[in-house]
C-alpha cells in the first residue's frame, strides 16, 4: 500500500503575496508537490488560462458543486467564490503524492477541520505598512476594494494560531525555501515512517 501524501496549505493575509510565493514554488524545477488549480467565479485577468491559473466557472456552476459535495472547502472573498475541489486533493494524496494548496484563510480554517492532518503555513508580511503597499501597489483594484481588503488583513492577522508554521514573506526565495524545508521535515516525522520500520521488523521476523 502505498503511503497517502501531505497535504500543505499555505494561507496568509489578502495583499502578502501568496500567489508569488505559491508561483516560485512550482517554477523551482526540484519541487515535487501537485498543484490544487482552485475554481473561481472571478473573471481572468489578463494572461489568465482556464484550467491553469483557475477553474473559471459561473456562480450557478459552482454553487451546484457545493451542493454536489464537490468542494474541500470554498469561501467568497471580495464578491467571489473561491475553492477546492475535493476529488483531485483526494486522488493525489491516495496516490501517495503531496499536494498544495494556496487559498485564503476562511477556506484554510475549513480545510483544517476537514483534513487536520494537513500541514497549515501562514505566510506573514515583513511589517504591516508593507502590507498596505502591498495591497494598494497592485494597482488593479479601485479603492473600495483595497479597504475591503485591508479590513480583511486585520482579521486574517488575528487568525495566526490556527496554524504550524509561519513564513515571513520579506524576500520571496527565502520563503520559498522554508516552505520546501518544513514539507521535508514533516516527511521525516516519526509518526510518518514508524511503520515503514514495523514492517521491516515484521518481515524479518
Ligand atoms: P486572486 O483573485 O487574487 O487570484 O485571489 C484572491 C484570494 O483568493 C487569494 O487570497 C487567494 O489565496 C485566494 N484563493 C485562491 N484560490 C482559493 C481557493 O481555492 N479557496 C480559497 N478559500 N481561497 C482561494
Redesign the pocket.
Same mark, same amino acid.
Given at each position: 500500500m502505498t503511503d497517502r501524501g501531505l497535504l500543505i496549505v499555505l +494561507? !496568509?493575509p +489578502?495583499g502578502v503575496g501568496? !500567489?508569488t510565493v505559491r508561483k516560485a514554488v512550482f517554477d523551482d524545477p526540484t519541487t515535487s508537490f501537485e498543484y +490544487?488549480i482552485?475554481?473561481?467565479t472571478?473573471k481572468p485577468?489578463e494572461g489568465e488560462v482556464d484550467g491553469v491559473? #483557475?477553474y473559471f466557472r459561473t456562480k450557478e456552476q459552482f454553487e451546484q458543486a457545493i451542493q454536489d459535495g464537490k468542494m474541500l @472547502? #470554498?469561501?467568497q #472573498? $471580495?464578491g467571489?467564490y #473561491? !475553492?477546492?475541489p475535493l476529488d483531485y486533493v483526494e486522488e493525489i494524496l491516495a496516490d501517495g503524492k503531496d499536494v498544495f494548496? @494556496?487559498? @485564503? $484563510? %476562511? !477556506?484554510?480554517l %475549513?480545510v483544517r477541520q476537514a483534513m487536520p492532518d494537513g500541514i497549515f503555513i501562514f505566510l506573514t508580511p515583513p511589517d504591516l505598512s508593507e502590507l498596505k503597499n502591498r495591497i494598494i501597489g497592485r494597482g488593479t483594484e479601485s479603492m473600495d476594494v483595497v479597504e475591503e481588503r485591508m479590513t480583511e488583513a486585520r482579521k486574517e492577522i488575528e487568525m495566526m494560531n490556527s496554524y504550524d508554521y509561519a513564513v515571513v514573506n520579506d524576500i520571496v526565495d527565502n520563503a520559498v525555501q522554508k516552505i520546501k524545508g518544513i514539507v521535508q521535515t514533516e516527511h521525516l516525522k516519526i509518526e510518518r515512517v514508524v511503520h515503514k520500520y514495523e514492517k521491516m521488523l515484521e518481515e524479518l521476523e
Open positions: +494561507s !496568509g +489578502s501568496k !500567489g +490544487s482552485s475554481m473561481t472571478r485577468r491559473d #483557475y @472547502e #470554498y469561501a #472573498y $471580495v467571489n #473561491y !475553492g477546492t494548496l @494556496e487559498i @485564503e $484563510v %476562511q !477556506g484554510a %475549513q
